[in-house]
């Protein structure tokens, strides 16, 4: 089994700044590439950021130019690096991750989400 375990969330003045981390452990073979959704009641699931293996990025429109997101391989653990914060915002942010397992399992995996508040 692969779990995803995030931190980093909290509430924060808008222009504000929170980093989220999330770490994967478990039956990993390979990890293709990372990323960061988030989710606010009555509103579609997005797709924030996201960086492959070798270190290509995509980034969500309202969201360039505020956030970063890296990764270090070593410790299998991506980062969101959130500046400027809006309150538009705030919603819960689940880590996702596209990873070969031990077993040869092809898959896409979620963490449990960790919620950022962001006042006005």
């Known amino acids: 089994q692969v779990q995803l375990v995030e931190s980093g969330g909290g509430l924060v003045q808008a222009g504000g700044s929170l980093r989220l981390s999330c770490a994967a452990s478990?039956?990993?073979?390979?990890?293709?590439?990372m990323g960061w959704y988030r989710h606010t009641p009555g509103k579609q699931r997005e797709l924030v950021a996201q960086?492959?293996?070798?270190?290509?990025?995509n980034y969500a429109d309202s969201v360039k130019g505020r956030f970063t997101i890296s990764r270090d391989n070593a410790k299998n653990t991506v980062y969101l690096q959130m500046n400027s914060l809006k309150p538009d915002d705030t919603a819960v942010f689940y880590c996702?991750?596209?990873?070969?397992?031990?077993?040869?399992?092809?898959?896409?995996?979620w963490g449990q989400g960790t919620q950022v508040t962001v006042s006005s």
């Open positions: 960086i492959t293996n070798g270190g290509s990025t």
């Open positions: 996702n991750a596209q990873i070969t397992t031990m077993n040869g399992m092809v898959g896409r995996f």
């Open positions: 478990g039956s990993i073979f390979s990890i293709n590439a």
